[in-house]
């Protein structure tokens, strides 16, 4: 089996993933907007 050099691999760009922080931020923003949604919600069927 041919593998590639470890200079091919180097000379790639990077894949465009977000980082770490750019995800955690993201998923932390997702559940807060689900939240919002629920308390929205549960207040209508308050009032």
Known sequence: ???PDKS???NEP???EPSRLDKARRIVQEYAD???EIIRKLRRKLN
């Open 14 to 16: 990077p894949s465009p």
């Open 8 to 10: 091919d691999r180097l």
């Open 1 to 3: 089996m041919n593998q």
């Open 34 to 36: 689900d939240l919002r």
